[in-house]
C-alpha cells in the first residue's frame, strides 16, 4: 500500500462512505455486514497510518478537489493535530466497532443496519474535518457530523430520543448557523482567504476589538466544543446507544469541536496575533467557568452516562482553555489532552454500557458491590478515571503537566489553581464510581457472588482501552512527536 | 452549413415560437400521452436552445435579434444579455425536469378529457416566460406577462378540489392588477420617453427622472412585479395558489412563475430606471430590503406554524422570495448576483420538494397532503423520504446543498455592504428553517403505530423528476462556480455604469 499522500486522504473520507454502501447493501445478512464494519475500520486505520510518515518528515500533503465557488474550494490538507485528530478517530473506531458489535447484539437493538451506516458516515466526516484545509471544507465535514449522527441520537424512536434529538440538532444548528458560518463569512470577507496558514491570516487585517468578537463568535459557534451555555445538547445526546456515545460523544464529535477551536485558534487567529491582541481573554474565563461548572454538575449527577456526559462537558473546556492560552505549550497540551481524554472517557462509557448490557443497571447509587461480579469492567473504570484525573501512572498526566506549563508560560498563575480544584472534582465525582463497586457491600442479596462479566465482545475493547491509557503514560512519544513537528513547523 | 447558420440565428425567437405552436398542436392531438411527450420534447428543445445562446453570449456578449427585420427602437427587439439567458436556462431547466415526471400524477389528478387542454396551458405559460425573459421591448414584456398569467390562472383552476377556483380567482384578481399595474407604468414610461424598447428608454430616461410621471411610473412598474412575485405584503394569493394547483403545477409555478416575476424587478430597477446616479433621495431599496426582511420573518414563522405540507412550502418559497429580493435590493454586484443565483438555486429545491410531494399524493389519494399523513413514509417510501429531506437541507442550506452556496453569497453581500441586521435577519430566517423542515423529517420518520400504510414508491417517471432535481441541488451545492462566474457577469452587466447615463 504505497499511495501518494494526496491519494491517501481522500481515500480516508472515501473509504467510509463506501463501506457505508456496503453495509446498507448487506442489510439481510448481519455477520457479514459487521465484517464490512470491521474491515472498512481497519483499512481506514492503515489508510491514515501511512499518512503519518510524511507527515512526521514535515509533508503537508494537499490537495483541491473542487471550487465550490470561485476561490472557495473543498480543500484537504493535513497538517500534524489533523494527523493526530484523524489518527485517534479512525483507530478507535475499529474498537468500537467490535464493542458496537456486542453491544447491539446483547442488547437487541432495532434498525441495527441504520445504525452501522450512520457511524461510517459519521467517520467520513470526521476524516473531511480533520483533514480540511479550510474553513468551509472544515464546516462540511462538522455540520455532515451533526446530520449523520441525528439518527443515531434518535436511535430509539421513542419520545425520549426524539426530544433529545431535538435539543441535540437544535442547539448544534442554531450554534453553527448563527454562529459559525457568520464568523466564516466574515473571515472570508475581512482577510481574503479562508485557509488555514501558519500563523494565521487574521493579522494586520482586524482590529483587536473585532478579533475578540470574532473569536467569540467561532468558540460559541463550534457548538460541538460544549462551551457553557451551549452545552445542553451533550447530556441530551445520552439518549443514544452506548457504542454512539462513546465514539461519537466522547471521541469523534466532541474532539471535532475543540479541534475546530485549536485549528481556528492557530491556523486562522495565529497564536502570536491571539496573544497580543488579547482576543482569548475573555474566551479564556469562559472555558475556566465551564470547566468548574460542569464538575460541580457532574457531581450531582446520579445517573451514569449524565455524569459522563458532563464530565466530558468539562474535559473539553481543557482543551479550549489549552487553545485560549495562545502559548504553544498551551496548544500541545490541548491537543493530548484530546487523545488522553479520547481513550479514557471511550473505557469509561463502554464501561456505563457494559454495567447496562449484564445488570441493566443506570444508576451510579445501584452500582454498590458490582466491582465484585463485573471486575475487570471495575477495574478499567478505575483506571480510566485516574487518566482523566492525571495521576500517574496513567496517560492523563501529560496533558495536565502541558497544560500547567502552558498556562506558566501564559502567567497565569490561578489557571494553574483551576487546574488543580478541577483534578479534585474529578476525584469526587469519578472515583466515586469504581469505590462503590468495590468496597460497598452489595444492596441485595440476591446474586450468587459469581463473576458476571457482560459478553467478551464488550469487555475485551474497553480493556484494551484502559491497557491504551496506562500505554500512553510510559510511551507518549509518538503523539509528543506529531506534536514537536507541529511546534517547529 | 448555412442553413444550420441560419437557424442559429433564429434562435432567440425560435426559443419563444417552438412552444407557442406547440400549444395548439397539444388542443388538436388530445392523446394525453402523446400531449406529454411533446410538451416534453417542445421544453427539452427549448432547453437545448437556451444552453446554446448562452454558450454564444458567455464569451461573445448581448445578443440583440430584430423580430421581423425591423431594426430597434422602432421594431420589437429581444435583446438577450447574461442574466437573461441565465433565466431562460433556469426557466426551461426546471420546466424540463418537471415535466418528464408529470405523466401519470397528472393522469391521476386530471380528468382524462381536459389533460391536453393542461398541457397546452402549460406550453403557453412557458411561451410567456420565456417571451417576458428575452423581449426587449416593455410594451411587449407586458403581451408575454399576460399570456403567461392568464394560463396560471387556469392551471390553478384545474386542481382537484373545489377550492381550486376560488384560488384561482383570487389569483386572477391580484394578477391582473399587478398586469395592469404595469401596463400603466409602462403607458407612462412611453409618455416620457417616446419609447418602448427598455434600452432605449434607459438612454433616454436620465433628463426626465426627476419628473413626477416617471416616478409615478416606476412606482407603478416596482408594486406590479411585488405582486407577480408575491413580496409581502402583496403575498395572500400564492399559499392558496400553490396548495390548490395540481401538485405538478405547483412544482412548476414554485420554480417558474415568481422567479421569472423576479426577473421582471430586477430589469425595471435596474435595467430601466437606474436611481444610483440619479441624484434622487428615492428609499426605494430600503423599501423592498425592509419587504424582504418581513417576508423572510414573517413567512417563516408562518411555514412553521402550519399543518398542510403543500402550503408549508407555499409558506417557506415566500421567506425564499425575500431572500431573492434582499440581494436585489443591496444594489451591488455581490448582492445581485447572489438573488440571481439563489434564483436558480430555489427553483431548483423547490421543484424537487413539490414533486416529492406529488410522488407521495400519487400513491395517497387526495389533494392536499397533511403533516400526520407522513407518518411511516421512510418506510414505505424510503427514496422519496431521501429526496424530501435532501430538498429540506437545501432550503435550510446546509453545507453541500444548493441552498448553502446561495446563502453563503447572499450572507457575502451582506457584510460586504456592512449591513448586519440583515444578516441577523438572514440567520433567524434559516433557524426557522430548520424547525419547519425538521417538522416534516420528523413526520416522515415517525412511526405508524398500529396503522399500517401500505405505500409502495412512485412510477419511475415521477423518481426520474425528483432525483433529477436532487441531483441538480447537489450538484449545485459542490459545484456553483460556473454559475457564480455566470451571475456575477450578469449583474456586472446590469450595474455597470455605462448601463445607464450618469447625470
Known amino acids: ?489 | 452549413m448555412t442553413g444550420l447558420a441560419l437557424l442559429l440565428e433564429q434562435l432567440p425567437a425560435l426559443q419563444v415560437v417552438l412552444p407557442l405552436l406547440a400549444a395548439p398542436v397539444c388542443v388538436l392531438l388530445r392523446r394525453p400521452n402523446l400531449v406529454w411527450a411533446l410538451s416534453c420534447l417542445t421544453s427539452l428543445g427549448c432547453l437545448g436552445i437556451a444552453l446554446t445562446l448562452a454558450r454564444q453570449i458567455y464569451p461573445h456578449g448581448v445578443i440583440s435579434y430584430a423580430m421581423g427585420g425591423w431594426a430597434p427602437p422602432f421594431g420589437i427587439e429581444y435583446r438577450l444579455d447574461e442574466l437573461s439567458v441565465f433565466m431562460l436556462v433556469v426557466v426551461s431547466l426546471a420546466a424540463s425536469l418537471v415535466l418528464i415526471g408529470a405523466r401519470q400524477s397528472i393522469q391521476r389528478e386530471i380528468p382524462a378529457d381536459r389533460i391536453h387542454l393542461l398541457y397546452a396551458a402549460v406550453l403557453l405559460m412557458l411561451t410567456g416566460s420565456l417571451g417576458i425573459i428575452s423581449t426587449g421591448d416593455a410594451f411587449n414584456l407586458f403581451v408575454f406577462l399576460e399570456i403567461a398569467s392568464l394560463s396560471t390562472y387556469a392551471l390553478v383552476a384545474m386542481g382537484r378540489q373545489r377550492r381550486a377556483l376560488v384560488a384561482a380567482f383570487q389569483y386572477l384578481v391580484l394578477g391582473t392588477i399587478g398586469g395592469t399595474f404595469i401596463l400603466i407604468g409602462v403607458g407612462l414610461l412611453y409618455m416620457m420617453t417616446g419609447t418602448l424598447n427598455m434600452q432605449d428608454m434607459a438612454e433616454r430616461l436620465p433628463p426626465v427622472l426627476h419628473t413626477t410621471t416617471a416616478l409615478a411610473a416606476l412606482a407603478f412598474l416596482v408594486i406590479g412585479a411585488a405582486l407577480k412575485l408575491a413580496l409581502l405584503p402583496l403575498h395572500i394569493w400564492l399559499p392558496n395558489a400553490y396548495t390548490f394547483a395540481p401538485s405538478m403545477i405547483s412544482a412548476l409555478l414554485a420554480a417558474i412563475s415568481t422567479k421569472v416575476a423576479a426577473y421582471v424587478l430586477i430589469r425595471f430597477v435596474y435595467g430601466i430606471y437606474d436611481l444610483r446616479w440619479s441624484g434622487l433621495n428615492l428609499p426605494l431599496n430600503d423599501v423592498l430590503a425592509l419587504l424582504a426582511v418581513a417576508a423572510m420573518l414573517f413567512a417563516s414563522y408562518v411555514a412553521v406554524r402550519q399543518q398542510e405540507v403543500k402550503r408549508l412550502l407555499a409558506w417557506s418559497s415566500l421567506a425564499q422570495i425575500g431572500y431573492i429580493v434582499l440581494g436585489l435590493s443591496l444594489a451591488t454586484s455581490a448582492g445581485l448576483a447572489a438573488s440571481t443565483l439563489h434564483i436558480l438555486n430555489h427553483a431548483v429545491i423547490k421543484a424537487g420538494l413539490f414533486v416529492a410531494v406529488a410522488a407521495v399524493l400519487f400513491r395517497q389519494g387526495g389533494s392536499t397532503l397533511q403533516l400526520a399523513d407522513l407518518a411511516g413514509l421512510s418506510r414505505g417510501m424510503p427514496w422519496t423520504t431521501a429526496a424530501i429531506i435532501a430538498g429540506g437541507l437545501g432550503l435550510i442550506g446546509v453545507p453541500l446543498t444548493a441552498g448553502f452556496v446561495s446563502k453563503w453569497a447572499l450572507l457575502q453581500a451582506l457584510i460586504e455592504s456592512g449591513t448586519w441586521l440583515y444578516v441577523a435577519a438572514l440567520l433567524a430566517s434559516s433557524l426557522l428553517a430548520v424547525i419547519y423542515v425538521w417538522r416534516i423529517i420528523e413526520a416522515c420518520t415517525a412511526s405508524t403505530g398500529d396503522r399500517d400504510i401500505q405505500r409502495r414508491e412512485a412510477p419511475l417517471g415521477l423518481q426520474l423528476s425528483i432525483w433529477a432535481l436532487v441531483a441538480m441541488n447537489l450538484y449545485l451545492g459542490i459545484n456553483s462556480s460556473p454559475g457564480m462566474r455566470l451571475a456575477t457577469e450578469a449583474s456586472g452587466r446590469l450595474l455597470a455604469p455605462t448601463a445607464g447615463v450618469p447625470l
Request: aromatic share 10%.
Open chain 1, 1 to 489: 500500500m504505497s499511495f501518494e499522500p494526496a491519494s491517501a486522504m481522500l481515500l480516508a473520507v472515501l473509504l467510509p462512505l463506501a463501506g457505508a454502501g456496503l453495509i446498507a447493501l448487506c442489510h439481510r445478512w448481519p455477520n457479514l455486514r459487521e465484517t464490512v464494519t470491521l474491515v472498512t475500520a481497519a483499512a481506514l486505520f492503515a489508510n491514515v497510518l501511512t499518512l503519518v510518515g510524511p507527515v512526521l518528515e514535515g509533508i503537508r500533503p494537499d490537495l483541491l478537489l473542487i471550487e465550490i465557488l470561485p476561490g472557495l474550494g473543498l480543500r484537504l490538507t493535513l497538517e500534524p493535530l489533523g494527523m493526530l485528530f484523524a489518527l485517534v478517530a479512525s483507530g478507535l473506531w475499529i474498537v468500537n466497532s467490535v464493542y458496537s458489535i456486542g453491544y447491539m447484539r446483547g442488547n437487541n437493538e432495532q434498525h441495527q443496519t441504520g445504525f452501522y451506516v450512520c457511524f461510517a458516515i459519521a467517520l467520513a466526516a470526521t476524516q473531511l474535518l480533520a483533514m480540511s484545509g479550510n474553513l468551509l471544507t472544515l464546516l462540511i465535514g462538522y455540520e455532515v457530523l451533526t446530520f449523520s449522527t441525528y439518527p443515531l441520537v434518535t436511535h430509539k424512536r421513542n419520545a425520549e430520543a426524539r426530544a433529545g434529538g431535538r435539543t441535540y440538532l437544535g442547539v448544534l444548528l442554531f450554534t453553527s448557523i448563527a454562529l459559525l458560518l457568520p464568523a466564516i463569512v466574515a473571515v472570508w470577507y475581512l482577510a481574503g482567504t479562508i485557509e488555514f496558514r501558519d500563523g494565521g491570516v487574521l493579522q494586520g487585517m482586524v482590529t483587536p476589538a473585532t478579533a475578540t468578537a470574532l473569536f467569540a463568535l467561532f468558540l460559541f459557534g463550534t457548538g460541538k466544543a460544549a462551551l457553557m451555555p451551549f452545552h445542553r445538547w451533550l447530556p441530551a445526546a445520552m439518549v443514544a446507544p452506548t457504542p454512539v456515545s462513546a465514539l461519537l460523544h466522547a471521541v469523534a464529535v466532541v474532539k471535532a469541536g475543540v479541534f475546530t477551536v485549536t485549528k481556528v485558534a492557530v491556523y486562522i487567529f495565529g497564536l502570536d496575533f491571539l496573544s497580543v491582541s488579547g482576543a482569548a481573554a475573555p474566551m479564556l474565563w469562559v472555558a475556566v467557568f465551564t470547566l468548574l461548572a460542569a464538575s460541580l454538575v457532574a457531581l450531582s449527577r446520579d445517573n451514569l452516562k449524565a455524569r459522563l456526559a458532563y464530565s466530558t462537558v468539562s474535559q473539553l473546556a481543557y482543551i479550549v482553555l489549552g487553545a485560549s492560552l495562545a502559548t504553544s505549550m498551551g496548544v500541545a497540551g490541548g491537543a493530548f489532552h484530546l487523545v488522553a481524554h479520547a481513550l479514557g472517557k471511550i473505557t469509561l462509557f463502554f464501561c456505563a454500557g457494559a454495567i447496562y448490557t449484564a445488570m441493566h443497571k443506570t444508576q451510579v447509587s445501584e452500582l454498590d458491590g458490582m466491582g465484585r461480579v463485573m471486575p475487570f469492567t471495575f477495574g478499567a473504570f478505575l483506571v480510566a478515571s485516574l487518566s482523566i484525573i492525571g495521576l500517574p501512572p496513567m496517560g492523563g498526566t501529560w496533558s495536565k503537566w502541558l497544560l500547567m506549563s502552558g498556562a506558566a508560560d501564559a502567567g497565569l498563575t490561578i489557571v494553574l489553581a483551576v487546574l488543580a480544584i478541577s483534578s479534585l472534582l474529578n476525584i469526587v465525582y469519578l472515583l466515586e464510581i469504581p469505590m462503590r463497586g468495590f468496597l460497598r457491600p452489595p444492596a441485595q442479596t440476591g446474586g450468587n457472588g459469581g463473576i458476571r462479566e457482560a459478553p467478551l465482545l464488550c469487555v475485551a475493547p474497553l480493556c484494551l482501552t484502559a491497557a491504551g491509557c496506562v500505554v500512553l503514560f510510559f510511551y507518549p512519544q509518538p503523539v509528543l512527536m506529531l506534536l514537536d513537528t507541529w511546534r517547529l513547523q
